[in-house]
């Protein structure tokens, strides 16, 4: 019930838990786009053993690449949110100016 009130209320972001989320949904993604890559290059050994070779070496390369992005992509879409609940809590303890 806490979620849902939560969800309704929008006091707390959360958008933090959702890009936790949907970082690990895209490290699945990158991960099997990286596996058809690597069956991919076994294939193309058949037809070029060089391009398929070149395709076997460099899909570890580019999928650390991808990791290291998407990590960076997602890291700063958190920093935002957390900026945003900071400003929030600094509004909150802020003491409106006395009147004269």
């Known amino acids: 019930m806490d979620f849902v009130n939560r969800f309704l209320s929008f006091e707390k972001l959360m958008g933090g838990v959702l890009v936790r989320v949907i970082y690990f949904i895209g490290l699945v993604f990158i991960a099997l786009a990286s ?9 193309a050994m058949g037809y070029s053993f060089m391009t398929g070779l070149g395709m076997f070496l460099l899909t570890p390369i580019f999928a650390l690449i991808s990791v290291l992005f998407w990590r960076f992509i997602c890291e700063i879409y958190i920093v935002l949110f957390r900026i945003t609940e900071q400003l929030n809590e600094i509004k909150l ?3 409106p100016p006395a009147e004269d």
Not at 35 to 43: E, P
């Open 35 to 43: 596996l058809a890559s690597l069956f991919q290059a076994l294939q």
């Open 93 to 95: 303890g802020l003491k």
